[in-house]
């Protein structure tokens, strides 16, 4: 029994989501605290190399956190026969070519999602990783979240009954960048540079459906560019190309009807910033982000409608709240401990590239519907 290093490649730390939950909140802490440990006993250690297109940055960062490796040069490093891992966070158009690339060089490969511009793309990456042979992953991390843990609790204690219908909220004020600086990159309001909350969005409401309740079977959405006008890093005006708010139906394997609000165009008059209310035969709940209420139907209020009374309900007050029970880590992390145990001890992961491919599938259908204003299904995906 021995510990095993691992090098890791991480491309996008440069960015706030690659910096901080991927290498400050995940990579170095489990480094910090010793690796990740296997079966066996033994410990899976991240070690990182940086890479990125800003040497001033990268040499910031890595003398910020003691990091030994960096470079601008990705061909070096996936040459590197002691880098077995490619992590790739950057913008959507330039992740393709560096994935294909990684999987080329034999490496095994984690990305944030979207995986591809295209479904086709996206396909043609799992594809590749499968007939290399190399072990694959795409960021699912919301499934991870303090609060959807406890909603997958629940639906697998069986607490909802039939499960009826979801209802999610998401979504805050993103400044428009003239007063106020933006708090998400300017290109997330560029279509012509992979922006948009469709593509963003679309493909973590896959994978919880997916995963919590059931896959999805068909998509009718409706998509706005509430703003069209906005302004870049540089102080400078542009034309917002890409959806902003998206609403849409998802018709669930089974039955149930999802129906999710996208928008970073609406203020904020909810707990958290997306919650999930999830209605049964025999319960009901509200996820957020950390936290989860319920309600039995042996405790649900009976309303009745009387516009020309005060309604004495308090509704809110009768939700009882869902105990933590537990210690919840970081949800990037935890993502990524699990992906280290399938490399080196063949543990289960189901986050592949063939459902990143399936979440690309679902906002590409979602685009669809709006453009169409129709309902699109959704065929099966599966590799050849």
């Not at 999610?168 to 992979?194: C, H, I, K, L, T």
């Not at 519907?369 to 995906?381: D, F, K, N």
């Amino acid at each position: 029994m021995g510990d095993h290093v691992l090098g890791v490649a991480m491309n996008g730390v440069t960015g706030r989501m690659g910096y901080r939950q991927h290498l400050t909140r995940s990579i170095l802490a489990i480094r910090q605290d010793g690796g990740v440990e296997l079966p066996d006993g033994s410990r899976v250690i991240p070690e990182p190399v940086l890479v990125g297109r800003s040497a001033e940055k990268l040499r910031a960062i890595a003398e910020r956190h003691g990091i030994e490796r960096w470079s601008t040069d990705l061909d070096a490093v996936l040459s590197d026969d002691s880098v077995e891992v490619y992590f790739d966070a950057q913008i959507t158009h330039a992740r393709e070519a560096a994935v294909r690339a990684a999987i080329a060089a034999g490496k095994h490969v984690y990305v944030e999602k979207p995986t591809a511009d295209s479904l086709s793309a996206a396909l043609e990456l799992a594809k590749l990783a499968r007939d290399a042979g190399i072990r694959n992953g795409v960021v699912q991390d919301k499934l991870f979240l303090p609060g959807l843990l406890k909603l997958r609790r629940l639906v697998d204690s069986g607490f909802f009954g039939r499960i009826l219908s979801i209802r999610g909220e998401f979504g805050y004020w993103v400044f428009e960048g003239d007063w106020q600086p933006a708090q998400r990159p300017s290109w997330n309001y560029r279509a012509e540079d992979g922006g948009g909350i469709v593509l963003d969005m679309f493909p973590h409401w896959h994978y919880i459906l997916e995963q919590l309740f059931a896959p999805v079977r068909a998509v009718t959405a409706r998509v706005a560019t509430h703003i069209p006008e906005r302004w870049d890093e540089g102080g400078r005006r542009y034309t917002a190309t890409a959806d902003d708010a998206a609403y849409a139906v998802f018709e669930l394997e089974g039955g149930t009807v999802a129906q999710i609000n996208s928008s970073w165009s609406v203020r904020v008059d909810r707990d958290e910033l997306v919650e999930f209310q999830v209605d049964g035969t025999h319960g009901s709940a509200v996820a957020g982000l950390r936290s989860c209420r319920v309600q039995h139907r042996s405790v649900t209020p009976k309303a009745v409608w009387d516009p020309d009374a005060v309604d004495p309900g308090r509704y809110r007050e009768q939700w009882d709240t869902v105990p933590d029970n537990t210690e919840f880590p970081n949800g990037f992390r935890a993502q990524w401990e699990l992906f280290f145990k399938h490399l080196r001890a063949d543990a289960p992961f189901p986050h592949d590239l063939l459902s990143g491919a399936r979440g690309l599938q679902l906002a590409e259908a979602g685009l669809r519907s709006a453009q169409s204003g129709r309902t699109v299904e959704l065929e099966e995906v599966a590799l050849p």
